[in-house]
């Protein structure tokens, strides 16, 4: 049986309301800017964009995809309408448990209706954005796979990596030191080849979440999102370099990266919303062979001033992945964690705990802000009670405001794990470092049970009146 695949899910999407169809939009500025019109309010549904000015129509541009947790919920094989803290729970059993199936590989798919091989190759033909006004060019690759092999173990990884298109047969990846790509790529340059790639665009949105999320080293992403899907994504290897990639991916491309062979790259708007990276020289892709479906759908997950689709579908998995690395650390009570989405679900984590024991509330705040899940680009790492709710901002600031002993409370960390993204990095080539704040706003620990009681009715007074009074009250 062939896997559930983007138009599925888009089906799903549809069903419960959630998405806007727009005719006529041209992609120099008009896409990207109804994108971020959308983008500005979470929630909004997702956008398909038809009948795009100088191009085939039914070559379609989709966006605005994982800005609800009703589209996130989908993808996922949840109900629609499970709770933020049901999503949080699913990303922490799944952290924990990394259940995963082995690829299968199938002669034929939908990506094989169109098969474009050397000089026939042409990115231009499909409808690329440019997202926002001051990017340096159209951007394929945002909502993508990147799949390459490990020269020695024959490990596939995919990562997301944005892609730029360059001309006919030529586009740009843009590989953060560390990455996986790049680590693979400098396997193949260190013994004097060319490096096999293969990108993808335009897969179920399950399977390009965890592309974009830090999966372990030597584990594969298409054998992780076959534990989603409880049964083997099926793929099928590209003619060239036999990369394997999901056979029912909407557009694929592959070809080879030279060592040395680079091409001026960006800017593009970033997830921290600034431009801060800036435009550098980054490793060339000289395409061999394009495939595509029948109407394909060009996907883009839009970096911007956050909240934003690059990271906000980031937020419940780092909130469970958090969680689940401060329970392996041998932390007790932990009862909610959240990354907030205005910082970009990275610079703002809030963690609730059960106060057991002095020093508790500390030691979370220093794990959570330096464990691998919470630690790249982390700013604020605030630490509240159990009675608050950390997804609650009014309730949050209400602690931070009234519970913080300023004396002990706060603690600056200088040269934590950044980024160039980062607009408050510290400068240095390769060794991007920032500081970064934990706020203990929890009530003090020797004074939590004669702490003044709070003002607002109790959840048992809560319940009886709810019970009788629920017609009358705010829904
Ligand atoms: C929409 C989106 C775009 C991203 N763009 C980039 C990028 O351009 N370069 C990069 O190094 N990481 C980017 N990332 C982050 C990586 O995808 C992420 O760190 C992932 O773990 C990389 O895969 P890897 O762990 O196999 O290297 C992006 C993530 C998302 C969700």
């Given at each position: 049986m062939a896997n559930k695949d983007l138009r599925d899910w888009l089906a799903d999407v549809e069903a419960n309301g959630e998405l806007k169809r727009i005719n006529g939009a041209e992609p120099q500025e008009e896409i990207g800017g109804i994108v971020d019109l959308y983008m500005r309010k979470m929630g909004n549904p997702a956008v398909l964009f038809d009948e795009v000015p100088n191009y085939t129509k039914g070559f379609r541009v989709l966006a605005n995809i994982l800005t609800s947790t009703p589209r996130i919920n989908l993808a996922l094989g949840l109900s629609a309408n499970a709770s933020e803290h049901e999503l949080v729970q699913w990303w922490r059993t799944y952290m924990r448990e990394g259940p995963s199936r082995p690829t299968k590989r199938v002669e034929r798919g939908p990506l094989m209706d169109n098969i474009l091989e050397g000089a026939?190759?042409?990115?231009?033909?499909?409808?690329?954005?440019?997202?926002?006004?001051?990017?340096?060019?159209?951007?394929?690759?945002?909502?993508?796979?990147?799949?390459?092999?490990?020269?020695?173990?024959?490990?596939?990884?995919?990562?997301?990596?944005?892609?730029?298109?360059?001309?006919?047969?030529?586009?740009?990846?843009?590989?953060?030191?560390?990455?996986?790509?790049?680590?693979?790529?400098?396997?193949?340059?260190?013994?004097?080849?060319?490096?096999?790639?293969?990108?993808?665009?335009?897969?179920?949105?399950?399977?390009?979440?965890?592309?974009?999320?830090?999966?372990?080293?030597?584990?594969?992403?298409?054998?992780?999102?076959?534990?989603?899907?409880?049964?083997?994504?099926?793929?099928?290897?590209?003619?060239?370099?036999?990369?394997?990639?999901?056979?029912?991916?909407?557009?694929?491309?592959?070809?080879y990266i030279g060592a040395n062979d680079v091409l001026q790259e960006g800017p593009l708007g970033e997830w921290t919303g600034y431009y801060a990276g800036g435009s550098r020289p980054e490793p060339a892709i000289r395409i061999e062979t394009m495939m595509y479906r029948n109407d394909p759908i060009l996907v883009g997950a839009i970096p911007a001033v956050p909240p934003n689709d690059n990271t906000f579908y980031l937020g419940a998995y780092r909130c469970g992945a958090v969680w689940s690395q401060l329970?392996?650390?041998?932390?007790?009570?932990?009862?909610?964690?959240?990354?907030?989405?205005?910082?970009?679900?990275?610079?703002?984590?809030?963690?609730?705990?059960?106060?057991?024991?002095?020093?508790?509330?500390?030691?979370?705040?220093?794990?959570?802000?330096?464990?691998?899940?919470?630690?790249?680009?982390?700013?604020?790492?605030?630490?509240?009670?159990?009675?608050?709710?950390?997804?609650?901002?009014?309730?949050?600031?209400?602690?931070?405001?009234?519970?913080?002993?300023?004396?002990?409370?706060?603690?600056?960390?200088?040269?934590?794990?950044?980024?160039?993204?980062?607009?408050?990095?510290?400068?240095g080539d390769d060794d991007r470092r920032n500081g970064r704040v934990i706020v203990n706003a929890c009530k003090p620990f020797k004074r939590k049970d004669s702490f003044p009681v709070v003002a607002r009715s109790s959840k048992a007074l809560d319940a009886r009146i709810i019970a009788k009074w629920k017609s009358d009250l705010p829904s």
């Open positions: 026939a190759v042409d990115l231009n033909l499909i409808p690329t954005p440019i997202w926002h006004e001051h990017d340096g060019g159209p951007f394929i690759g945002t909502a993508c796979l990147v799949i390459m092999k490990d020269p020695d173990s024959g490990w596939i990884n995919s990562g997301t990596y944005r892609v730029q298109v360059q001309g006919s047969n030529v586009a740009t990846v843009m590989m953060s030191p560390g990455k996986h790509g790049r680590l693979l790529m400098n396997k193949y340059h260190e013994r004097g080849e060319k490096c096999p790639v293969a990108v993808v665009v335009g897969v179920h949105p399950a399977i390009f979440m965890l592309s974009g999320l830090e999966i372990p080293y030597g584990k594969s992403e298409l054998e992780a999102a076959g534990g989603i899907f409880g049964e083997s994504v099926e793929v099928l290897n590209m003619p060239k370099t036999g990369l394997p990639v999901p056979a029912n991916a909407e557009i694929a491309f592959e070809g329970e392996a650390a041998g932390i007790p009570g932990i009862t909610g964690v959240w990354a907030h989405e205005a910082g970009g679900s990275r610079f703002w984590l809030t963690i609730a705990i059960k106060q057991l024991y002095g020093g508790h509330a500390k030691q979370v705040g220093m794990v959570a802000s330096h464990c691998h899940a919470g630690a790249y680009c982390n700013r604020w790492t605030i630490v509240v009670d159990d009675d608050i709710d950390p997804t609650n901002t009014a309730d949050v600031i209400w602690a931070m405001s009234t519970r913080l002993d300023t004396r002990e409370g706060i603690d600056i960390i200088e040269g934590g794990w950044s980024s160039a993204l980062d607009p408050m990095c510290y400068d």
